[in-house]
């Protein structure tokens, strides 16, 4: 099993950036943040391996940068230029490479608004 915790979500005007955090109880190859917005299927913003290759959805490349700090098994999302599109529920995700079990957190709330 794998317990995940976000946090750093919140209100933002459009324009601003908002970091998004996510410890893991232990080590796990793939991380990844998806979001959901309100009547919308969940979709993979970006995901990041233990080597460090990242993968982005075309609407956030460029804006959006994923990392992880290896000895704290914590992946961060670093959003700028954030846009009323990006309001969604983030949700932090685990990728086991040895069983393909996934493992998500409870979701932190991003609301870009003016």
């Known amino acids: 099993q794998v317990q995940l915790v976000e946090s750093g979500g919140g209100l933002v005007q459009p324009g601003g950036s908002l970091r998004l955090s996510c410890a893991a109880s232990?080590?796990?190859?793939?991380m990844a943040w998806y979001r959901q917005a309100p009547g919308k299927e969940r979709e993979l913003v970006a995901r990041i391996n233990t080597f460090g290759t990242t993968d982005y959805t075309d609407s956030v490349k460029g804006r959006f940068t994923v990392s992880r700090d290896n000895y704290k098994n914590t992946v961060y999302l670093e959003m700028n230029s954030l846009k009323p599109e990006d309001t969604a529920t983030y949700y932090c995700?685990?990728?086991?490479?040895?069983?393909?079990?996934?493992?998500w957190g409870r979701g932190t709330q991003v609301t870009v608004s003016s």
């Open positions: 232990r080590s796990i190859f793939s």
């Open positions: 995700n685990a990728r086991s490479s040895a069983t393909g079990t996934m493992y």
